[in-house]
């Protein structure tokens, strides 16, 4: 029987790719996008039909009280499966706050308390109906290792996201609700290409690539791939777990910070891992 789904910051990436990988399955699909309604519309117009699931988008500003009402309001059914995806990194919170004051509010604000609402909205159904899944995507950068050099705001709110995702785990034990999270480390997005790769020199971007595990970028159908096994009945055992998911960038950090590291590292959210090299004109971070 097919799931009703929910991915937030569906139109790219991870995300993307996720709502891709459920939709493949049969299951109902309903993802998120901050902008860009001619580009969700066109998501959905693709990926309709292909196994008999509905697939819909739905605009969304995460972290905004009444952005979220009206989100759970619009929604057409009860939600099975949320993905926690949606998330900000060092040069797309440009998009969301003009004054740079404000700019580590909005971090957590975004990437912390959104995730924490949207549990809070579906998780009572999910207990009632005697199933759910939730599935945070956090990040190898404050998720599972520190990145010296690297924004600290950002490693913040995620670390905050796999706390989340623990103290929910210990608080839904014995319930029928299964609670995980997934770091993933650097992933090929179109993120993670605005942030780093593509302010690099071909000959700087593979260094990069052959400094991280494997020697290359992990693909968003690596990660989507996951979510959607740690969906399925018999992923109950890792209730709880926070998965690494960065082909050993979380065991081996210094294979990035081993380097000397300057400027805004790093979009350290849901769909990279980490930058290694600095890109033209940006400054050192501090605290």
């Known amino acids: 029987m097919p799931r009703n789904v929910l991915v937030t910051g569906g139109s790219s990436g991870v995300g993307l790719a996720t709502v891709a990988r459920f939709a493949r399955a049969g299951d109902n699909v309903w993802f998120t996008y901050h902008s ?4 969700a519309e066109s998501i959905t117009k693709d990926l309709r039909g292909g196994s008999g ?13 009444e952005s979220h009402d009206s989100l759970l309001a619009a929604l057409p059914g009860p939600v099975d499966v949320l993905v926690n995806n949606a998330a900000v990194g060092t040069r797309s919170i440009d998009r969301y706050v003009a004054d740079p004051l404000d700019r580590d509010e909005a971090f957590l604000r975004i990437n912390s308390i959104g995730p924490l609402w949207l549990i809070r909205q579906v998780l009572p159904g999910m207990l009632e109906r005697g199933h759910g899944k939730i599935i945070n995507i956090s990040s190898v950068g404050g998720g599972l290792a520190q990145f010296p050099g690297f924004d600290i705001v950002d490693g913040m ?63 968003p159908e690596e990660i989507a791939e996951l979510v959607w096994w740690l969906c399925a009945d018999g992923s109950g055992v890792l209730h709880g777990a926070v998965v690494d998911a960065s082909m050993g960038l979380g065991v081996h950090p210094g294979l990035l910070t081993g380097r000397q590291l300057t400027g805004r ?5 849901a769909e990279t891992g980490a930058e290694a090299y600095e890109a033209p004109g940006r400054r050192p971070v501090g605290l």
Not at 36 to 39: E, M, S, T, V
């Open 36 to 39: 860009r309604r001619d580009a």
């Open 53 to 65: 699931g509905e697939v819909r988008a739905f605009e969304f500003r995460q972290g905004e009280r």
């Open 157 to 219: 709110s995620k670390a905050a996201l796999t706390y989340l995702t623990r103290h929910l785990a210990a608080q839904t034990a014995h319930s029928p609700v299964d609670v995980m999270a997934v770091c993933p480390g650097a992933v090929d997005t179109p993120m993670l290409r605005e942030s780093t790769l593509d302010g690099l020199s071909p000959r700087a971007r593979l260094d990069l690539e052959a400094n991280l595990p494997k020697g290359r970028l992990i693909r």
């Open 265 to 269: 590292h790093a979009e350290t959210g």
